[in-house]
Nanobody, 120 residues
Framework: QVQLVESGGGEVQAGESLRLSCAAS????????MAWYRQAPGKLRESVAR???????TYADSMEGRFTISRDNVENTVYLDMNSLQPEDTAVYFC??????????????WGQGTQVTVSS
């Protein structure tokens, strides 16, 4: 069984920063790509950023320059540093990871989500 546990959400003022963390735990060989998504009230879930196991990041166009994704492969943890937050960044942020055992891919897992609220 694999679990992803997010932390670091909260309420901030516009222009402030937050760091989200997501740690993978359980029975697996290694974690592949890790990613962050977000879902605002009344909207579809959207991609925020993704990082490969070798550390190559990609970002949604609207996030690049303000958000930075990184990971620690020893701790099986992915981070999202969010700067210059705006009210439109208010959403539940979800962590996602592809997980492998020694025979290959075993599944795509999601965290429970962490709320980020940005007030003006």
């Amino acid at each position: 069984q694999v679990q992803l546990v997010e932390s670091g959400g909260g309420e901030v003022q516009a222009g402030e920063s937050l760091r989200l963390s997501c740690a993978a735990s359980g029975s697996f060989y290694r974690v592949g790509d890790m990613a962050w998504y977000r879902q605002a009230p009344g909207k579809l879930r959207e991609s925020v950023a993704r990082i490969t196991s070798s550390g190559l990041p990609t970002y949604a166009d609207s996030m690049e320059g303000r958000f930075t994704i990184s990971r620690d492969n020893v701790e099986n943890t992915v981070y999202l540093d969010m700067n210059s937050l705006q009210p439109e960044d208010t959403a539940v942020y979800f962590c996602n990871a592809g997980v492998m055992n020694n025979q290959g891919f075993i599944g795509d897992y999601w965290g429970q989500g962490t709320q980020v609220t940005v007030s003006s």
